[in-house]
């Protein structure tokens, strides 16, 4: 069976800091991979979205950088981190067939002091 | 945008009762899709209806899909308190498109 997940669970970290959040899935191959941000009370937003190998899709400009180094793996990252990148992030993963359905990880929980 | 809107934003209702939500989109769609949300976990997928249904149906869960009116509902019978939990629809458009674009969702309260 498919499995993902993602890492860290929750994180504090500065103003200005860099910021690198981890998802890997199991059980699949050349899966898509997705980045949504969740901010409080609210509905998801698509940040990124790979259909594969160093394929990188961006929905909005942002503080906010992606990489898909390997098949199954797709790294959100940072280099200096905003108060408003606060939220919860949570990363996915389809079949590599438009519309399917999304499998989601359980989430990191991101605060910027 | 094809984002879908739910309504109500909040509903709150006893166990027991049924729990109706909605869903409106803008353009044309291949599928729809639900999914549920525990308080600070991730989404979990209920049910995905095709553009070419009218109706679906998974355990207590009942889908209707409108695409005349660009609309959806979901309706849940006999509703216990595990039912609450945020409902959220997604879209997946005509377009071939690898993403499904979210509404912001129903926050659903059972009362015990």
């Known amino acids: 069976s498919q499995t993902i997940h993602q890492w860290p669970a929750t994180l504090v970290q500065p103003v200005g800091s860099p910021l690198s959040l981890e998802c890997t899935v199991e059980g699949t191959s050349n899966p898509n991979l997705y980045w949504y941000r969740q901010a409080a009370g609210r509905g998801l937003q698509l940040l990124f979205y790979s259909v594969g190998i160093g394929q990188i899709s961006s929905e909005v400009p942002q503080n906010l950088s992606a990489s898909r180094p390997q098949d199954r793996q797709f790294i959100l990252s940072s280099k200096k981190l905003l108060l408003s990148d606060s939220g919860f992030y949570l990363c996915?993963?389809?079949?590599?067939?438009?519309?399917?359905?999304?499998?989601f990880g359980e989430g990191s929980w991101l605060t910027v002091v | 945008s094809q984002q879908g809107e739910e309504d109500p934003q909040a509903l709150s209702i006893q166990e027991g009762e049924n729990a109706t939500m909605n869903c409106s989109y803008k353009t044309s769609i291949n599928n729809l899709q639900w999914y549920r949300q525990n308080s600070g976990r991730g989404l979990v997928h209920l049910i995905l209806i095709r553009s070419n249904e009218r109706e679906k149906h998974s355990g207590r869960l009942r889908v209707t899909l409108d695409t005349s009116k660009k609309s959806s509902s979901l309706l849940i019978t006999a509703s216990r308190a595990a039912d609450t939990a945020s409902y959220f629809c997604?879209?997946?458009?005509?377009?071939?498109?690898?993403?499904?674009?979210f509404g912001k969702g129903t926050k659903l309260t059972v009362n015990p």
């Open positions: 996915a993963w389809s079949r590599g067939t438009a519309g399917n359905t999304i499998y």
């Open positions: 997604a879209t997946g458009n005509q377009g071939g498109s690898e993403k499904l674009v």
